[in-house]
């Protein structure tokens, strides 16, 4: 995407690769190297920009705009989605000491030494970004925020989606987003086991991944009946959905402490729900729950722990009422879109001002 002062114009220049598909890792190896060399062709076809942000997804696609930064003095800002490739190494995929980790970390390395600036989803990032190489002067944290500020907060009895799914007489706990391997779904499905037949709450899972068919597996061996699994929904359908949980789950695998942040924590505290976390201690969602009082925090694999957790939160409204409200106080007093949006315009209009120190 280009944009320019002059008018405030917004472009959004679209580039073909290989449609391999995600079914294997040298055909999403083909997409990603297709991408980035079409890419960097066509952002070499425009006009010069004064400054570049990249992202960190798709992995490496940074490196472009490290070129962009060398060939024509454009400032680089990098924005930290997930952090590559110590990811690689939390989901088994590389080891951290072999050969090819070394080299993709001395290329993240150099990018974040050419960045002028770096955007950190958090402040547990932001250390994992300066262990990275990254310099501590040069990164902003800005938090995520709910797309266009879409939710609400209402009743769950408000949200039409509590009579599609039936949900009504139940204590709905839902986990909505992707169904990734970064994201710790093993403790709470066998937490609900746990709960027995006769428990009144509904397990809601709404999205895909690759876990969705272990899960589902898991579901239909076991004949766990009180569990769902939807289909995502719409952006403009998203407050209803996240207003049809009377308790959310976030998950985040041991490992990625600082690599990802799980974004759903910011939709859920809009919505003024309550969060069961099962994850990590030193994470980003952990630090929110504890300075927020507005949900659980549980170890990966404590199945006792979680079961409790959902178990005391179903029975006891007036403390879901209260961490849902602290929830949604918390969002609109720390989080939000203007707010993230004004430190990132910020940093590029500072960025934007320097006298690059490579050109």
């Known amino acids: ?42 952002s070499l076809s425009l006009p010069k920009a004064d400054v570049v942000v990249c992202l960190t997804t798709p992995p490496f696609v940074a490196v472009i705009g490290m070129l962009l930064s060398k060939l024509r003095g454009t400032r680089l ?12 190494v939390a989901f088994g995929v590389l080891k951290r000491n072999g050969l090819l980790y070394h080299l993709l970390g001395w290329v993240s390395s150099v990018v974040y030494h050419r960045a002028a600036g770096i ?10 970004l300066v262990e990275a190489g990254a310099e501590e002067r040069k990164i902003v944290t800005v938090h995520n925020w709910v797309p266009r500020e879409t939710v609400h907060y209402m009743e769950c ?67 766990l ?5 939807r289909r995502p929904e719409p952006l403009d359908r998203l407050s209803a959905l996240l207003g049809a949980g009377d308790i959310h789950l976030v ?54 722990g979680a079961t409790k957790a959902i178990g005391d939160l179903a029975n006891d409204w007036d403390n879901r009422q209260e961490m849902g409200r602290r929830a949604l106080e918390w969002y609109t007093g720390h989080f939000g879109m203007a707010r993230s949006v004004g430190v990132i315009v910020d940093l590029v209009k500072s960025v934007g001002c320097r006298q690059s120190k490579y050109k």
């Open 1 to 42: 995407m280009l944009w320019s002062p002059k008018g405030g114009e917004y472009r959004v220049h679209r580039v073909a690769a290989t449609g391999c598909g995600r079914m294997s890792l040298l055909g999403r190896l083909l997409d990603y190297i297709s991408f980035y060399v079409l890419a960097l062709w066509e």
């Open 77 to 88: 800002v990098v924005w930290a989605m997930d952090l590559y490739p110590e990811v690689f």
């Open 119 to 128: 955007i950190s989803l958090g402040e547990v990032m932001r250390k994992r």
């Open 157 to 223: 009895v408000q949200s039409p989606l509590r009579q599609e799914w039936a949900l009504d007489g139940h204590i709905a706990l839902v986990y909505s987003g992707n169904l990734g391997l970064g994201h710790e779904l093993d403790t709470v499905i066998r937490a609900y086991e746990k709960l027995g037949k006769g428990t009144i709450v509904r397990l809601v899972f709404v999205g895909f991944g690759k876990m969705r068919e272990t899960l589902e597996r898991y579901v239909a061996e076991h004949g």
């Open 225 to 229: 009946a009180g569990v769902e699994f």
């Open 251 to 304: 998950a985040q695998r041991s490992g990625t402490e600082g690599l990802i942040v799980p974004s759903k924590i910011y939709g859920i505290l809009a919505a003024g729900r309550p969060t069961i976390y099962i994850g990590p201690d030193d994470t980003e969602v952990a630090m929110i729950l504890r300075d927020s009082g507005a949900g659980i925090i549980i170890a990966p694999g404590d199945v006792e």
